[in-house]
């Protein structure tokens, strides 16, 4: 069994952003050498998340519009975690998105559908953060 | 190590549907050979969702009610993505219900709860999509 | 390839409930002598969740609110779900927060950011329930 592990870091200029990391993902997976198994690719920051969706600037608007409304920013003074702090509405806009993917490697490729594309999900920015890969593999 | 993959079509006859595609998964695992492991099963596109949860009807027509209001279809206008298309809230349906899950296979069987069913969630139906099944283990 | 299974077993005192199971699963991690590879961690029923976050009581508060207003409980009579039961809800929060965690085993470690700690999260509590722990890797 191979096993691999590598950092990114982002450091998003915004608040809330969407980073299409799918490249790097790539990248690690070549230098892995595996064929077959598994990546994890995980926030390791819990008001940041990695999922996969479409790489469509109209859609990640949409995101942000929609996340805002299920958890608003604002007032800051409306959650209790708020205390020194103002990013509580980050943490639950993470579990949203989720914290982590788990993506198949067939034959020394991530194995995706047609539109798949991995995205590193900040949602309390203007600070260097953290995303694992983590391949396991033959 | 052995490695095993699978694509699984569907075709929901309906815009929200939930298949249950357990005894699938089942005999995906059956034909692996895997008796001790990790089964990944992900939806292969970016508007459907595979997530485990009961089969139970009237829980699913509460599921559709409670995407439906989360993430409204309507007004289609009402989303940037919507040029062209009229899928934006299938693409946040997705992201409440989850792209994936990593099931443990011990003793050469899913290990589930007693409740525990494996569903494909499609938001954006009436269209052949794939779910891919990709089993590591020995 | 080392394989591992554990269950662990909860009974929470209130409907919903966080508890803090990172050290648990690190005992775990220790009796299974995986040095790298993955752990999975997953609630076995279906009302309850294994997330991801900060263990922070302000921010479980703040959860707490959150989830109730996405997701309420009441009207019990609101869900077709629950016809002898109460608990449709909790299918819901349960989505929300996520049913599995993957974590990444680093020279035999929980590979984890600086705040990242394991929760069980029960929406359907009082009643004794399970998580469940498998771990694969070398």
Chains 1, 2, 3 share one sequence.
């Not at 200029?13 to 969407?18: D, E, K, Q, S, V």
């Not at 805002?68 to 702090?85: C, I």
């Not at 990013?87 to 047609?114: S, Y």
Request: glycine residues 8%; contains cysteine; hydrophobic residues 40%.
């Amino acid at each position: 069994m191979i096993s691999y592990r590598k950092e990114l870091w982002y450091n998003a200029p915004t608040r809330l952003a969407f980073i299409n990391i799918t490249s790097e993902i790539t990248d690690c997976l070549a230098e892995s050498g595996v064929r077959e198994g598994f990546v994890l690719v995980n926030a390791m920051h819990i008001t940041a998340s990695v999922f996969i969706n479409d790489d469509e600037s109209g859609l990640h608007h949409d995101y942000e519009v929609w996340l805002e409304k299920l958890a608003p920013h604002g007032p800051v003074s409306g959650y209790r975690h708020n205390v020194g702090e103002d990013n509580a509405d980050a943490h639950m806009k993470r579990q949203v998105m989720g914290r982590e993917v788990v993506v198949a490697i067939t034959d020394g490729k991530l194995d995706f559908g047609p539109w798949e594309q991995i995205f590193y999900g900040e949602f309390d920015g203007q600070r260097r953060k953290r995303v694992l890969v983590k391949i396991i593999g033959e």
